[in-house]
Every structure is written in structure tokens, then in C-alpha cells.
């Protein structure tokens, strides 16, 4: 519902004023400003054309109608509103049970490309709504420069914010997303560094997700500052490359690769995107890049190869996606798992999260409980290469050597050490 006024062209409503209005109406059931209690969500004012956002689903037809139409009817008569509208929307996120930092989050996953235009976007996108068929899930944009989750998903502000003045993504599906295009609606983002640092650090640790068991990260293209930053100062357990099969990608991937895994980011795998297409009419396969494939040596799993597909370009949605997006999303979990999981031999010595004097009471028990002759096996969260010495100094003088102390790290946070007591 909507009213029009004719309006001077020197007076230009405001906010307040518009707000002012409203605090005039009641909620004829709770005795109570619409504001206090709580109906109106927004206010969007442009020339003169006022747009209320409010939250009137617990109210009968009727009564609903009541409420607008009194709403309008206050806001038209403020000085300069042209036309007054109410739209009807869904109540803004119960801040309740929502959990603080990306870090809250069982699992972060990035989606990350040396160069922009691969694809990467689309594939952080269908990835999240993949996996949230199956778990709670959280696409957070960092994409700075070119923030496109928003368009992909057709989601858009505004962003509310809990008590605390935490912003709370906004919903798509059922599930949270998070972007920086939310805020800045479509004014282009021309941040200097230092910019682009506050304000990601700011949305990493203040976002009030709604207990993710998955947050998918959506990093900018490229090793810069933004991809730097995240890795110094967010938690990733896992990142997935996107890249087409030319030459010049694969190359410039296979840096951004080394940067991930110098940070100890475990490397899941790599997306192939738009390799090739399918002829509509008839059905012919036809490779967009000639020559050999030269993602074979970037020697990491190739977790998808995904064509041109227009139905890979249409929005998707948690839990409806194409085919190939729910086999991306399976190998992911797949690849996580074979990472994360460790097979500890039955026996060791555990000492992670264990203090230093804690930790060399645990192996000194351990090896001497271990007869000569027999394997020793270490579990720890540190770098286990000084335990060496300490080994070679429990045995004194009976042995100046050990059997080969093999130490092997499957993922950033474990190693395992084998030996054998002289």
C-alpha cells in the first residue's frame, strides 16, 4: 500500500523526521509504538519516496492492513514525502544463540584463485549450498573488490546488527551469508589497503553467525593483502582452488598454492572450470583450451572439473544445485576427512595440549615402558624433532643411536613420530 504527495522541491524528508511520525502510531494490540515494539525494521528514503520495512506477520489480514494504512497515513504528512509505502517483510534474525567470529565455526573452508574470472565465486557459491543440504552452513564474501556472492544468491541488505551491535548475515534459504556488497549496496569499492584490512578483520571477528558447522570463505583473487590477511588472522582448515586448464592460470595457481601451504593451510584440491562446453543441438563436446591439461601438475586432487554449463550460471539455492556441484561438495568432504582424520597406531604416546614438563614426563614413562627391540610411537601437536635428543639422553650411555626416527605431519596440527628403542 502507498500514498503520494506533491512536495516542495526545497524540503527533503529525513530519517528523523520520518521516524518521528511513526512513533506516533500504535500497535493496536500491545499499546505500544510500532517502534517500541519492535514492527519496523528499515526506513529507505529516496527523493522524497519513503519506504517502511515492517515486520507485521503476527498480526491478522486485517489488522495488518489497519497498521499500514495508519503508518502511511503519518508518514505522508511529514514535510517533503512524496509517496509513502510499506513492505512487508520478515522479521530481522533472533540474535539469540548465535555464535561471535568466524572461528566459531567448526570448520573454514576457502575458495581461492590465482586470477580473477575463473569462476571462483560461482564455485564458493554452489559449494556452500551443496554442502548445507547436509549441515548448517555460512558463506562469508571477502571478496573486497568484487563482492558477487549477493548477486549470484540474489540476496541483499539491509544488514541488522544484534544487541551488541554484531551484524548478523543476512538469509538465503536457511542459510547465513556475509559480504561487504551488502553494506555498500552497489557504490564501487575503491578501498586502500588499509581499508580493505580493518574492514574485513572487523567482519571476521564481529559476524554473529547462527552456529555454522561450515563457513565457506570466498577470498579475492590473486596473494595480496587480502588473502594475507586472512590467512594471518583467521583460522582456514582447508582451501579448494579454482582455475581454468590454460597454461598462464595454472601456472600463477600453482604460487598462490605454495603461499597456502607455507601458512601450513592444507591444499584440498583444485576445480577445473570451463574446460569445455556441450553443444545444445548436438551434443558434441568441444574444448575451450587446446593442447595437453596441464592441472595434472600442479599435483594436488582434481576435486571437479566443471564445463561451460548454463546451469551452472543460474542462482542456486541450499540444497538445489546441479549435480556437479553435489559431487564437488561430497569430494571436498572426502579430501577433509582424509586430511583431518589421523589413524593413531594403538599404543602411542599422546601428548598434544600437554605443557613442556608434562610433555617429557609423558614420553620419558612411554619409552621406558616400550622393551628394547619394540616401536615407539609419538603423537604431537608440536614439531616432534627435539624429542630425538631427549630420547638419546634418556638412553645414556647403553646406546649413542636410535633406530630411524621417522616423523610425518598429516595435517598442520599433528605429527607423528616412529621409532624403535635400541
Keep these: 500500500m502507498s500514498s503520494e504527495n506533491?512536495?516542495?522541491?526545497?524540503?527533503?524528508?529525513?530519517?528523523?523526521?520520518?521516524?518521528?511520525a511513526l512513533r506516533q502510531v500504535k500497535d493496536p494490540e500491545a499499546e505500544m509504538t510500532?517502534?517500541?515494539a519492535g514492527l519496523v525494521e528499515d526506513i529507505h528514503i529516496t527523493e522524497g519516496r519513503v519506504t517502511i520495512d515492517a515486520d507485521l506477520s503476527d498480526f491478522p489480514p486485517q489488522e495488518a492492513e489497519s497498521v499500514t494504512a495508519t503508518m502511511i497515513r503519518a508518514v505522508s504528512g511529514v514535510p517533503g514525502v512524496e509517496r509513502a509505502h510499506v513492505e512487508h517483510v520478515q522479521p530481522s534474525p533472533d540474535p539469540e544463540d548465535r555464535t561471535v567470529g568466524i572461528?566459531?565455526?567448526?570448520?573454514?573452508?576457502?575458495?581461492?584463485?590465482?586470477k580473477g574470472g575463473v569462476g571462483k565465486s560461482t564455485?564458493?557459491?554452489?559449494?556452500?549450498?551443496a554442502l548445507a543440504a547436509e549441515e548448517n552452513v555460512g558463506l562469508f564474501?571477502?571478496?573486497?573488490?568484487?563482492?558477487?556472492?549477493?548477486e549470484l544468491l540474489s540476496v541483499s541488505g539491509p544488514v541488522h546488527s544484534d544487541e551488541d551491535g554484531n551484524p548478523i548475515p543476512v538469509d538465503a534459504g536457511g542459510m547465513d551469508v556475509m559480504s561487504v556488497g551488502l553494506m555498500s549496496s552497489s557504490a564501487p569499492l575503491a578501498w586502500r589497503g588499509a581499508m580493505a584490512h580493518d574492514a574485513l578483520s572487523e567482519l571476521f571477528e564481529e559476524t554473529a553467525w547462527d552456529d555454522p558447522d561450515t563457513v565457506v570463505l570466498d577470498l579475492p583473487p590473486g596473494t595480496g593483502d587480502i588473502a594475507l590477511t586472512t590467512l594471518q588472522e583467521t583460522r582456514v582448515d582447508g582451501v579448494v582452488f579454482v582455475t581454468t586448464p590454460f597454461h598462464a592460470a595454472v601456472s600463477d595457481t600453482h604460487r598462490s598454492i605454495q603461499l597456502f601451504e607455507e601458512n601450513d593451510v592444507p591444499v584440498l584440491g583444485v576445480v577445473s572450470n570451463m574446460g569445455e562446453f556441450v553443444c545444445e543441438d548436438c551434443g558434441t563436446v568441444h574444448d575451450l583450451f587446446d593442447g595437453s591439461d596441464p592441472i595434472e601438475a600442479l599435483n594436488v586432487p582434481v576435486l571437479a572439473e566443471f564445463p561451460f554449463d548454463p546451469d551452472l550460471q543460474e542462482s542456486p539455492a541450499p540444497g538445489d544445485i546441479p549435480d556437479r556441484a553435489a559431487e564437488l561438495a561430497q569430494s571436498v568432504d572426502s579430501?577433509?576427512?582424509?586430511?583431518?582424520?589421523?589413524?593413531?597406531?594403538?599404543?602411542?604416546?599422546?601428548?598434544?595440549?600437554?605443557?613442556?614438563?608434562?610433555?617429557?614426563?609423558?614420553?620419558?614413562?612411554?619409552?621406558?615402558?616400550?622393551?628394547?627391540?619394540?616401536?615407539?610411537h609419538l603423537v604431537s601437536d608440536r614439531d616432534p624433532t627435539p624429542v630425538r635428543n631427549f630420547l638419546l639422553e634418556l638412553e645414556g650411555e647403553q646406546t649413542g643411536e636410535l633406530g630411524p626416527f621417522e616423523v610425518k605431519q598429516p595435517n598442520p596440527e599433528t605429527w607423528l613420530v616412529r621409532t624403535v628403542r635400541p
Excluded at 10 to 19: G, I
Excluded at 103 to 114: L, W
Excluded at 123 to 129: D, F, M, P
Design 6 to 20: 506533491s512536495r516542495p522541491d526545497s524540503v527533503e524528508p529525513t530519517t528523523d523526521d520520518v521516524e518521528a
Design 34 to 36: 510500532v517502534f517500541e
Design 103 to 114: 572461528d566459531t565455526a567448526d570448520r573454514v573452508i576457502a575458495v581461492a584463485s590465482a
Design 123 to 129: 564455485v564458493a557459491t554452489v559449494l556452500a549450498c
Design 141 to 150: 564474501d571477502a571478496d573486497i573488490h568484487g563482492p558477487n556472492v549477493p
Design 335 to 376: 579430501r577433509f576427512e582424509s586430511i583431518w582424520s589421523v589413524d593413531i597406531p594403538d599404543g602411542a604416546v599422546d601428548i598434544r595440549g600437554l605443557d613442556s614438563e608434562q610433555r617429557y614426563d609423558e614420553v620419558e614413562a612411554g619409552w621406558e615402558e616400550t622393551p628394547a627391540g619394540e616401536q615407539f
